[in-house]
Each structure stands twice: as C-alpha cells, then as structure tokens.
C-alpha cells in the first residue's frame, strides 16, 4: 500500500528533478560557448583547420583563446583541450559523459558491421566487456607473461640491425591498417595474440595488412569527410558518377572481415592441436567463466583485432624518434649506455630490468613527452578516435552542448612550459629527482574509460628496444662524402599517429663480439 509518505517522497524527487532540469535549462541557454575563431555562417572554421599538423595550430590559438578553443565545421561542434587541467578535468574527471564517440557514417561504411571497440560507443553494452577483456589480457601481470616474446623478437630486431644498419628504416617501418608499425612490433604484437610467428617481411597476414592499408587509403581519400558532413551522401545510388567510393568501401569491409577473421582461426585450429604458444587468444578461449559463451568467438576475434591493428603505433613513433634524438642529442646517449653497462655488464637488457634503470625509464618517458605518437588521439578530419559529450555540460562558466566532438590536444599539453620548462629541449633529466615534473605517460595513452589498454605492453616494448639498442649500437649523424655530420631533417607524417619521416643515420656496433653477444 502507498502511504503518505511514500507520496511525500516521490513528490519531493519530482520537484528536486524538474528543479534541477530547469535551472540547467536555463543555466546554459545563458552561458556563452567557449571561445575560438570566428567561423564563416555556413561553413563554420572548415577554412581555418589544417590538415597537416592541425596540433601546432590548436595550440597557437590556445594562446589566443585560452585553454578551450571551440570550432565548428558545418553543423559539427569541435572542442580542443589544449592544457593538462582542462583534459583530466572533462575527459577523467567528468569520463561518466566524456567516453563516447561521435557517430561516423564513414567509419560505418568502411567498417561494416564489425563491432570494433577503437569506435566503439560507451553506450554499447559490449563496450565494457571489451575493456575487461582487453585488461585481463594487457595488464602489468599479463605484460610480464610476455617477457620471453618481447626478448625474442627485440632479439631479432637488434640482428637485423647489425646485418644492414643503412636499411634501418626499412626494417622499422612497415605500412599497416592504421598508421606505422615496425616488422619486430608486428612480430610481437602477432605472437602476443595469436601465437602466431611472423617469419619474414613475406609473411602472409603481414602481406593482408598492406593490402588492408591501401585499400583503406584508396577508399578513405577524398570524399568520405563529406559523407560525416553531410550524412545524406551515403544514399548515393552506386551508379552515379563519382560513387565509385561506395565500392572501394564494400570492398575494403570485406578485407577488414578478412584481417580480423584469418589470424583468429588460424590461432583457434592451432590451439584445437594442444601444440601450440600461449597468446591472449588462447587464455581467453580457455577461461569458460570471462566472457557469455554465445558471444565468446565474437568477443575475443575483434579484441584480438585490436591488439594487432592498434598494438605497435606508439611503440613505432617512439622507437623512430629515438634513433633521430640520438643522433642530435650524443650526450643523452653515452649517458644512458653508462647505465647500461653499469647494471647489466655484458648481457642484452630483459623487461626485468626497467626498475633498475632510471635513466633509460626517464629517456622513454621523454622520448613520447617529446614526440607524442598521437597528438590529438586524431586529425580533427579522420574519424574514429575522438571523444563525444553525452549531455549538456558546464565548465569553467562555458557551456558545452550534448554531442560536441572533444579533441584532448596531447602535444600542446606535453610542450606546456608550464609544467615542462624549456619543452623544446629533450632532457630526460626532468623526469628524475625528488621534484620530477609530471608524468607524460599519464596523458599520452589517452584519458578515462577510452585510455588505451596497452600502455602498460607499449611501455615495456618501448624500454626493452631503446635500452638493447643503446647497449649494442652507436647512433650517430650521417656524413657527407667529405666526412662532414649532416643535420638530419625533422620533418613529420600527419594523420591518426604523428612519426617523423626517414632520415639519414650512422648505426655502428659498439663491441667486436658484438655476433657473440647477440648470438649469431
């Protein structure tokens, strides 16, 4: 029976909710947007954002703006972090309305039907399993499970080095799905979740990849920014002049089914076998109690996927930096082989071994401070790793509206000389002492429910490879003809993950039983 009371009670809440809904109501209508340029009345500031290195100019207009710069391209709304507060603030802070993603018809074209967690919305109820998923599989226990893969093919890599050091970048890059990989992270990243070893640069699923990233490239150019613009466009008959896009699209869908399905049946016939490596993929098809049977394949095949797809991106970037600061910073160098040698003498470097060297831990922390592998998590014009508000919210006495796209600017943030002085110097130095500044590891992975789960392997991978480099080989400037340095460029790529372009280096063995030590 209903009493008094009851009713009390529920009337109160009524009023407090329909207080609340009204003062908020009325709270944003009269509070002002956050500040940018000024956009045209149609078109919005598509005019004004660039499409290379869209980050630098993010960050000069910060200083114009203020910490949020508010952008509209058509009838998107974009809001830039461009400082640490104002990121930790909405995207951990406030991550309960700051996870989602905005909505992508082309993503969805490209993509299919695939139910892939980098695009995935909060509000999918698969989204939380993936995120289980994915840490029970990548998390600081798991990672050290993984120590004899990342050793071997570290191994390997440090054997291709010495075999051609001229070729380095061929041996570091390798086209993928999304952005760069290198063949060793490829390799680590392959047996990591399928168990699978990669033999050669040939490699069948190394070879799918490729064919996966030009295909992605050919259906991804020119027209499908449009298509988020203005949603309409994906109705276009086929047959119309200039649709061709739409097929580029079915075909590319039908080679992602093929990148996500080929390594994880190869994997289950392996395990079905009893003879085969322990992977993330076999640890979760053996626990019967981690995921709902019915949709167990489905689950672990798209998180596998995403191990692979977007495993090696950070580890690439960084790895490729360090060669270039190497070269110009010889002084970081030697003083990070002289850690090396001081700990571990004669022997190659183990995962292990990361507590015990300070230094080389600082030099990694500066290396992705000073180059970061994505630095807006996107290109305000590619879709899918952006964050998306799921309500209308206030801060800072600005109003941002239900469905704004948010952008965290992670290079303006870790170039912030005011909580890294001189930002444009590389000093692994300020990560070390009683008073280090701030970790960039805490905003380079990304923030609250959408931080990358596999900080923890990068890093490690990261350590490992900086610190078998430095204590096998000298990285040194090119030389001229005549014998003098040549200053490498610093140029860069610009897209989802931001590396700097090849370069000209010298890789020369440190030891003369330098085979020995590597055990050729």
């Given at each position: 029976?209903?009493?008094?009371?009851?009713?009390?009670?529920?009337?109160?809440?009524?009023?407090?909710?329909?207080?609340?809904?009204?003062?908020?109501?009325f709270?944003?209508?009269?509070?002002p947007?956050?500040?940018?340029?000024?956009?045209?009345?149609?078109?919005g500031?598509?005019?004004?954002?660039?499409?290379?290195?869209?980050?630098?100019?993010?960050?000069?207009?910060?200083?114009?703006?203020?910490?949020?710069v508010?952008?509209?391209i058509?009838?998107?709304?974009?809001?830039?972090?461009?400082?640490?507060?104002?990121?930790?603030?909405?995207?951990e802070?406030?991550?309960?309305?700051?996870?989602?993603?905005?909505?992508?018809?082309?993503?969805?074209a490209?993509?299919?039907?695939?139910?892939?967690?980098?695009?995935?919305?909060?509000?999918?109820?698969?989204?939380r399993?993936?995120?289980k998923?994915?840490?029970?599989?990548?998390?600081?226990?798991?990672?050290?499970?993984?120590?004899?893969?990342?050793?071997?093919?570290?191994?390997?890599?440090?054997?291709?080095?010495l075999?051609?050091?001229?070729?380095?970048f061929?041996?570091i890059?390798?086209?993928?799905f999304i952005?760069?990989?290198?063949?060793?992270?490829?390799?680590?990243?392959?047996?990591?979740?399928?168990?699978?070893?990669?033999?050669?640069?040939?490699?069948?699923?190394?070879?799918?990849?490729?064919?996966?990233?030009?295909?992605?490239r050919?259906?991804?150019?020119?027209?499908?920014?449009?298509?988020?613009?203005?949603?309409?466009?994906?109705?276009?008959?086929?047959?119309?002049?200039?649709a061709?896009?739409?097929?580029?699209?079915?075909?590319?869908?039908?080679?992602?089914?093929?990148?996500?399905?080929?390594?994880?049946s190869?994997?289950?016939?392996?395990?079905?076998?009893?003879?085969?490596?322990?992977?993330?993929?076999?640890?979760?098809?053996?626990?019967?109690?981690?995921?709902?049977?019915?949709e167990?394949?489905?689950i672990?095949?798209?998180?596998?996927?995403?191990?692979y797809?977007?495993?090696?991106?950070?580890?690439?970037s960084?790895?490729?930096?360090?060669?270039?600061?190497?070269?110009?910073y010889?002084?970081?160098?030697?003083?990070?082989?002289?850690?090396?040698?001081q700990?571990?003498?004669?022997?190659?470097?183990?995962?292990?071994?990361?507590?015990?060297?300070?230094?080389?831990?600082?030099?990694?922390?500066?290396?992705?401070?000073?180059?970061?592998?994505?630095?807006?998590?996107l290109?305000v014009?590619?879709?899918?790793?952006?964050?998306?508000?799921?309500?209308?919210?206030i801060?800072?006495?600005?109003?941002?509206?239900?469905?704004t796209?948010?952008?965290?600017?992670?290079?303006?943030?870790?170039?912030?000389?005011e909580?890294?002085?001189?930002?444009?110097?590389?000093?692994?130095?300020?990560?070390?002492?009683e008073?280090?500044?701030v970790?960039?590891?805490?905003?380079?992975?990304?923030?609250g429910?959408?931080?990358?789960?596999?900080?923890?392997?990068?890093?490690?991978s990261?350590?490992?490879?900086?610190?078998?480099?430095?204590a096998?080989?000298d990285?040194?400037k090119?030389?001229?003809?005549?014998?003098?340095e040549?200053?490498?460029?610093?140029?860069?790529?610009?897209?989802?993950t931001?590396?700097?372009?090849?370069?000209?280096?010298?890789?020369?063995?440190?030891?003369k039983?330098?085979n020995?030590?590597?055990?050729?």
């Open positions: 029976m209903i009493t008094t009371a009851d009713l009390i009670a529920v009337s109160l809440a009524a009023v407090v909710v329909l207080f609340t809904f009204v003062y908020r109501q709270t944003t209508q009269n509070l947007l956050p500040p940018g340029p000024k956009p045209r009345f149609f078109t500031n598509i005019h004004q954002v660039p499409f290379t290195t869209p980050w630098l100019t993010y960050a000069s207009w910060s200083k114009i703006y203020g910490p949020l508010y952008l509209r058509f009838k998107t709304r974009v809001l830039v972090l461009n400082t640490a507060k104002s990121a930790l603030d909405l995207l802070a406030r991550s309960a309305i700051y996870s989602d993603r905005p909505t992508s018809w082309s993503t969805s490209l993509g299919g039907k695939r139910q892939i967690i980098f695009g995935m919305s909060s509000q999918n109820r698969r989204f399993i993936y995120r998923a994915l840490h029970i599989g990548l998390n600081i226990r798991a990672v050290q499970d993984y120590s004899p893969i990342q050793v071997q093919e570290t191994h390997t890599f440090l054997k291709s080095l075999k051609s050091p001229e070729n380095v061929a041996h890059r390798r086209f993928r952005g760069m990989s290198t063949r060793n992270a490829v390799a680590q990243i392959m047996k990591i979740s399928y168990g699978y070893q990669v033999e050669n640069d040939d490699d069948p699923f190394v070879r799918m990849i490729e064919d996966g990233i030009a295909l992605f050919t259906a991804f150019r020119g027209f499908w920014m449009w298509i988020d613009i203005f949603p309409l466009l994906k109705f276009v008959p086929d047959w119309l002049p200039g061709g896009f739409k097929r580029k699209a079915r075909e590319f869908s039908k080679k992602a089914d093929e990148i996500d399905q080929a390594p994880y190869w994997a289950k016939n392996n395990i079905a076998t009893g003879n085969y490596t322990e992977s993330f993929t076999s640890k979760h098809l053996e626990d019967d109690m981690l995921l709902p049977t019915e167990k394949d489905d672990i095949k798209y998180c596998s996927a995403a191990l797809i977007g495993g090696a991106d950070t580890t690439v960084a790895i490729t930096s360090f060669f270039w600061l190497m070269s110009v010889p002084e970081v160098q030697k003083k990070a082989q002289q850690e090396v040698e700990m571990i003498g004669g022997r190659l470097p183990t995962p292990a071994d990361h507590g015990s060297m300070p230094y080389i831990s600082a030099l990694v922390k500066e290396v992705v401070r000073w180059a970061p592998a994505a630095p807006l998590g290109n014009f590619i879709p899918g790793l952006r964050h998306c508000v799921t309500e209308d919210d801060y800072e006495g600005y109003y941002i509206p239900k469905g796209t948010i952008i965290a600017n992670i290079w303006a943030i870790t170039h912030d000389p909580i890294y002085p001189n930002p444009s110097i590389f000093d692994p130095t300020r990560h070390l002492g008073r280090p500044q970790d960039p590891l805490k905003f380079v992975f990304g923030f429910r959408r931080v990358c789960p596999g900080a923890h392997f990068a890093e490690s990261m350590f490992l490879t900086i610190a078998s480099v430095l096998t080989f990285i040194n090119a030389l001229s003809p005549d014998g003098r040549i200053e490498p460029p610093m140029e860069w790529t610009s897209g989802v931001n590396r700097l372009k090849p370069f000209s280096c010298r890789i020369t063995p440190r030891f039983d330098i020995g030590i590597l055990g050729m």
